[in-house]
């Protein structure tokens, strides 16, 4: 079988429906196949990271994180995301419409 990205990423979130039938398929011995991407993809991955500015998820961004999930109710890594926006007073550039709810950041929707 091969895995999409959601249920990788559904599995490093530690989610336990998704652990416990990836752990039966490879108990079972079922091959388990993930995309691999090339050397010229990392390249371009690389390129386009390279625009960015790396923020740490320190304690201050952990507290603000926890605050917004309590109150509006995110996931951890979308609050994560808006308390670093709430952290440093900058914008949140998304696609994702729940963000407006949040009343203590600025969010552009494009």
Known sequence: MVLDT???I???N???KIIKMLSEWKS???ALFIYTISKKDIEKIRFFLN???SVPF???IAEKAAFIRRIYKLKLPDAGIAATALAYNIPLVTRD???KKIKEII???I
């Open 107 to 109: 969010v552009i929707e």
């Open 14 to 16: 530690g989610e336990g």
């Open 10 to 12: 559904a599995y490093l």
């Open 51 to 53: 625009n960015f500015f």
């Open 6 to 8: 959601n249920i990788l």
């Open 97 to 99: 419409r729940q963000f």
């Open 58 to 60: 320190d304690d201050s």
């Open 28 to 30: 079972s011995g079922r």
